[in-house]
């Protein structure tokens, strides 16, 4: 019998099976914009746009769920990236001056994204490359139309050939510069360089041409076939860039003084002056115009777009693109720094016309969209992409199985509030995404510090905005920011139109939202903030005016001694209020002293919302619109607590102060003892009783754990509460159970209220009302982070109105009820009502885990589909994720999910009930991941190449590549085959990046 007694769980392999069929981990995707974006590029024949970061991620994107990740060896900035049109490749450029191939292949049916090859380009024969490695440093990137060559402007003004998609240079064919300077006047010269190439572009009609920029201002056209200069044009301003006017008759070049130029391309071998030139903005000075494009169209004057180009003086700090067509100008006004654009537009050689339907942005905050075919050039609405910081997330909250009615007033509001936009379909549509459609819906509602609570569609990979609340109309506040911003007008110039969300600036910092709990069955939401406002909403579909109702509730409950030395409250707005359809206010409940919401709980059967501060929480019954609790749970040293988060008069040497008493008494904290005859509770004693029983004694505690530290009751921002929670159980007897109330607090205190709530029927005669139960103080002290009440199943107990709708069963109260307390420490069982010890784990006894973030999921079996736990998942602040059996406590598995020092991912984690999670892995996206083996979202998508096989599909490029260098290799139907391994190898080591994943790829 005693074998089977200290048995291990770890060593039941029924188990262990039935674990790996309910759990596992994996990071899905990432949703938002990518972080410090530094370059774009462009695919027009497979329709894909890519992304590259300044810490070397590289990400593209098609149709909706259509997307692709890689990440660089070196996390270094991609500079540059450039799509090889046709053919699923992508060549990017760091800044360390190393060159990458990457390709979309195919794995396990689904196409992915990988990296081929690099190169580093070595430094020109006789020049000390180590004491002027600028010299060969790529300064632009252009590749020829039948993407088998890329030409490599440089720094030292060289254009070297490279070989694609091998990467190998092409010796003989680089254009050194003092090969340029014998073909330029002597006036011209006057004994300076040419300065850097600055642009690349192809003849569009003859690939043999390319016109060659040098940053002095010096343009010509280069016949690669005849290895000699066709043309020059001696420009005398600063170049910026150029741009082929598309029957190749003319182009345009952009300089530093923010003008642009067109120049004539004929017979005439040398060109001092341009057909046209123009500044925009001027007679003033005015910055340089970075990048212009020049696109034909068959409905009128050609457009002219170019970034910069703004006055100095007036508006130098402005971050415009400009669009022109004939009298028609408009600039667009971005909140952040334009990267890089381009427009989409007709690529068929044989079409006389560009035809640019649209006009895509890349800004260091968002992407924007124009649509250039519909008067006005409205913006399109992007379906992914979305600036989740457009203000900064304060607090996240996730919302599974939204019911399908209520998800369908939820887009039809943000519908309604959304400006005019271009009705023109996403125009990046590349790839087919093969995930399936989402069985359930899900919400993920992210608060910000402007005051809005954003509602996204996170049932699938594309995370898309579907509706905006915005809480700033309620209140009365500073003047709006949008007076720096003015809008287009008749008289205006230059002729300014603000585009893109991404908006730094809040209004007033006490708007920020901080907690938020949603009811999806009665559509009621509950909104809390910084300023200890707390709003209770519910969905209206109609626009409404109402006048805000306001009750305060006191926690403080009148204590002397106490000054309130924060930020004062919002001040609601007086009078009618009109709210737009969606979530509209029914009522504000403000906490006194006004400091932010730490927890929030709703409960919409019994028309009860719970809230909770550094100093207290209170229940309000806001059907009858009046207080039902208000406790205060501040120790009499909590002086912080007084001071507030937005307080300017902190004293530093308050707080080193307190900080070493903390230290002081930590150390000596071990060798106090209780004394014999202070009250203790049965609470107490079972705590103690729990803590010493089958533990180690101190001295045989093993290296990897240690003792938990008691913390001094006098802490500051002791009376912070951490979590409020509502149940239906046993409180008073084990007979008649009812409704309570669960508050936790940051000193180990849980105190749990019953409830008398008034039927349906009463409730405009009676409200509720709260009497203290239980008052549980944990030993150590350690904060309370989660409180759950576990039916006599040991489940979690159903939402409110599940049961009543037949949405879930109901819960079992014929057996014991229990409830789990979480402490940042360790979690506890306890039996209901009498509250006595059940089972515990200690999460502190391995490395000194911290609780960080807690969830109650279930997971359903891979290999069954009427098998599911119900499990305790818990992230600690290693960033390890633990799961535990409930309400056993017995360990299960452990993951590493997010890097220790990630201290703002570890904060910003949130749990879905379904085995999933999100967490910021920068200001602006979220990185999913999965702990089940059932429900994962993640990219199921694939790039086809459709269209004469020569041209479009990859595989058949590598061969033509390679049936140039073996003439025999033999083509049929599409296939292309070698004789024999011998004509493989006779291909020679020149080739052996090519070959080598040609034969990976072909038969």
Not at 395 to 405: A, L, T, V
Not at 890 to 919: H, L, M, N
Request: a neutral charge.
């Amino acid at each position: 019998m005693m074998k089977f007694r200290f048995r291990r769980p770890g060593n039941d392999p029924q188990r262990e099976k039935l674990k790996l069929e309910l759990f596992a981990f994996n990071k899905t995707v990432e949703h938002g914009f990518p972080n410090q974006p530094s370059s774009l590029a462009y695919d027009p024949k497979i329709q894909l746009m890519a992304i590259a970061t300044k810490t070397g991620a590289v990400k593209i994107y098609g149709a909706p769920g259509v997307e692709f990740t890689g990440l660089h060896k070196e996390a270094a900035t991609v500079t540059q990236m450039h799509f090889l049109p046709g053919q699923g490749r992508l060549l990017s450029l760091l800044d360390d001056n190393s060159i990458h191939l990457w390709e979309i292949g195919q794995k396990n049916s689904y196409s992915h994204l990988e990296e081929v090859c690099s190169l580093t380009l070595p430094g020109r024969p006789g020049f000390d490359c180590a004491n002027s490695p600028s010299i060969t440093r790529i300064t632009v990137i252009m590749l020829k139309s039948c993407c088998d060559m890329a030409c490599l402007g440089t720094e030292g003004g060289g254009v070297y050939f490279l070989d694609l998609p091998s990467l190998q240079l092409l010796d003989g064919k680089t254009l050194f510069q003092d090969e340029v300077l014998q073909s330029v006047p002597d006036d011209y010269k006057c004994g300076k360089a040419l300065g850097p190439v600055e642009s690349l572009q192809e003849h569009p009609t003859d690939p043999d041409k390319i016109l060659i920029g040098y940053s002095r201002g010096l343009v010509l056209l280069w016949g690669q076939a005849t290895h000699s200069v066709e043309d020059l044009f001696l420009g005398n301003q600063q170049l910026e860039s150029i741009s082929w006017e598309r029957s190749s008759r003319t182009f345009v070049s952009s300089h530093s003084d923010g003008g642009y130029m067109v120049w004539p391309v004929n017979s005439a071998r040398c060109k001092t002056q341009p057909l046209t030139s123009s500044i925009p903005y001027g007679p003033f000075p005015c910055k340089a115009i970075n990048k212009i494009l020049w696109r034909t169209s068959e409905t009128g004057s050609p457009f002219v777009i170019f970034s910069g180009g703004m006055p100095r003086a007036s508006y130098g700090d402005r971050h415009c693109i400009t669009i022109m067509q004939g009298k028609l100008q408009v600039t667009l006004d971005f909140t952040s720094r334009v990267i890089d654009f381009f427009t989409v537009h007709d690529i068929d050689p044989e079409q006389e016309y560009d035809n640019p339907r649209a006009l895509l942005v890349l800004v260091e905050e968002e992407l924007v969209a124009v649509d250039l075919q519909t008067p006005g050039w409205p913006t399109i609405t992007s379906p992914y992409l979305a600036p989740l910081h457009s203000s900064a997330i304060t607090c996240s909250y996730h919302i599974s199985n939204i019911p399908i009615k209520l998800w369908e007033r939820i887009i039809c509001a943000g519908k309604q509030q959304n400006p005019p936009h271009s009705t023109m379909e996403w125009p990046i549509n590349g790839g087919k995404n093969l995930a399936p459609e989402p069985v359930h819906k899900g919400l993920l509602l992210t608060g910000h510090e402007d005051g809005t609570v954003r509602f996204w569609d996170a049932s699938s990979v594309s995370l898309k905005p579907l509706y905006k609340l915005t809480t700033a109309n309620i209140f009365q506040t500073e003047a709006d920011h949008s007076e720096s911003f003015p809008q287009s007008g008749e008289e205006e110039w230059p002729p300014f139109r603000k585009v893109g969300c991404f908006d730094p600036y809040s209004d007033d910092p006490r708007l920020g939202i901080q907690k938020i709990s949603l009811c999806k069955y009665s559509s009621q939401l509950v909104v809390a903030g910084t300023a200890g406002q707390v709003l209770v909403m519910e969905f209206n579909d109609e626009r409404s005016e109402q006048k805000m109702s306001l009750s305060s509730v006191d926690l403080l409950q009148d204590r002397e001694g106490f000054t309130w030395k924060g930020h004062d409250r919002l001040t609601p707005k007086g009078g009618l209020v009109s709210f737009a359809p969606g979530f509209q206010p029914r009522f504000l409940v403000q906490c006194i002293p006004p400091a932010a919401v730490t927890a929030v709980t709703l409960h919409t059967e019994w028309q009860l919302v719970a809230f909770g501060t550094s100093h207290g929480f209170g229940v309000f019954d806001y059907y009858r619109q009046q207080a039902v609790l208000a406790r205060c749970t501040l120790h009499p040293n909590d002086s912080l607590a007084m001071e507030g988060p937005l307080s300017r008069v902190k004293s530093l040497k308050k707080s080193l102060r307190q900080s070493f008493r903390r230290i002081r008494k930590s150390r000596v904290s071990g060798k106090k003892r209780l004394s014999p005859s202070s009250p203790a509770s049965k609470v107490q004693e079972a705590n103690a009783q729990l803590a010493e029983q089958a533990g180690p004694r101190e001295v045989e505690v093993t290296p990897v754990q240690r003792r938990i530290e008691p913390r001094s009751a006098d802490d500051s921002l002791s009376g912070v509460v951490r979590c409020l929670y509502f149940a239906d159980t046993f409180l008073r007897d084990a007979t008649h159970h009812g409704p309570t109330m669960w508050a936790g607090t940051n000193a180990g205190s849980v105190y749990a209220y019953a409830l008398e709530v008034p039927s349906r029927e009463k409730w405009t005669e009676k409200s509720a009302e709260a009497v203290l139960g239980k008052e549980i103080q944990l030993m150590h002290r350690a904060p309370v982070v989660s409180i759950a009440v576990l039916d006599g199943r040991g489940n979690p107990l159903p939402e409110p109105f599940e049961v009543s709708r037949d949405l879930a069963k109901a819960p079992e109260m014929q057996g014991s009820h229990s409830v789990l307390i979480v402490s940042e420490e360790q979690f506890k069982v306890f039996t209901l009502p009498r509250v006595t010890a059940k089972t515990k784990f200690k999460l502190t006894a391995h490395e000194g885990s911290r609780v960080r973030k807690l969830g109650l999921m279930n997971f359903p079996s891979i290999a069954s589909d009427d098998y599911s736990e119900n499990c305790l998942v818990c992230l600690t602040n290693l960033g390890d994720v633990h799961i535990f059996t409930i309400p056993g406590l017995r360990p299960q598995i452990r993951y590493d999910c997010i890097r220790k020092e990630d201290i703002s991912g570890i904060a910003s984690c949130v749990f879905t009930k379904t085995g999933q999670g999100f967490y910021l892995i920068s200001p602006s996206e979220f990185e999913r991941f999965s702990l089940s083996t059932r429900n994962i979202t993640e990219p199921h998508c694939v790039v086809g190449w459709e269209g004469p096989i020569d041209h479009l599909n990859p595989v058949t490029s590598l061969c033509n590549n390679l049936q140039q260098r073996s003439p025999k290799m033999n083509q049929a139907n599409g296939t292309h085959k070698l004789q024999s391994k011998e004509e493989y190898n006779s291909l020679g080591a020149a080739d052996a990046v090519l070959t080598s994943h040609w034969t990976q790829r072909v038969t």
